[in-house]
């Protein structure tokens, strides 16, 4: 029977999971993944600021090995996180848990219809959320951001629809 770990102790490895060592910052995910829960993860999780985005990867992981219902709406969260590198690991972390396709199709709906949101933030975020949940439906929607007056909205746009078009490996 394993003991639990104290409240400082949790403490510690969540502290751990900021570090710039990826030994460490392994150690503590797994330390945690074992004596932690969704709540508290998610709880540490809206500390982290966006550059954080390694200790968000770690998140990914621990959320991917509790696996309950709260631990997957969070990676479905993740998924649309602005770094790539953390959209990457919610996704593989998901299709760990066996849930190939995280969005129903009214979800998806809605991610296009940021498509037309004025903001080029707004567009190039739900592009680039779409690109990582590589649903070949938006393939189409995202075309059209090709010919966008933001420079910025049609490379992501380019890149997104290149990304979707590629045959799976």
């Known amino acids: 029977m394993s003991v639990g770990l104290t409240v400082d102790e949790k403490e510690d490895l969540l502290h751990d999971l900021r570090s710039s060592d990826d030994k460490r910052r392994q ?9 932690i829960t969704s709540g508290e993860t998610a709880r540490f999780m809206r500390t982290l600021q966006p550059h954080e985005w ?25 998924i649309l996180d602005f770094n790539p590198k953390v959209r990457q690991e919610a996704a593989r972390e998901l299709k760990k848990l066996g849930i190939d ?11 296009v219809s940021f498509l037309n949101h004025p903001s080029w933030w707004v567009k190039i975020k739900a592009i680039k959320s779409l690109e990582a949940i590589k649903d070949p439906r938006a393939a189409e929607p995202i075309s ?3 010919l966008d007056e933001d420079e910025d909205v049609r490379n992501a746009a380019i890149e997104a629809v290149s990304s979707l078009n590629k045959p799976k490996s």
């Open 101 to 111: 396709k995280p969005f129903s199709d009214d979800e998806v709906a809605e991610l």
């Open 27 to 35: 150690y503590a995910a797994r330390a945690l993944a074992k004596n």
């Open 54 to 78: 390694e200790a968000k990867i770690a998140v990914c992981k621990i959320f991917g090995k509790i696996g309950d219902d709260a631990a997957i709406e969070k990676l479905k969260g993740l």
């Open 144 to 146: 059209r951001l090709m």
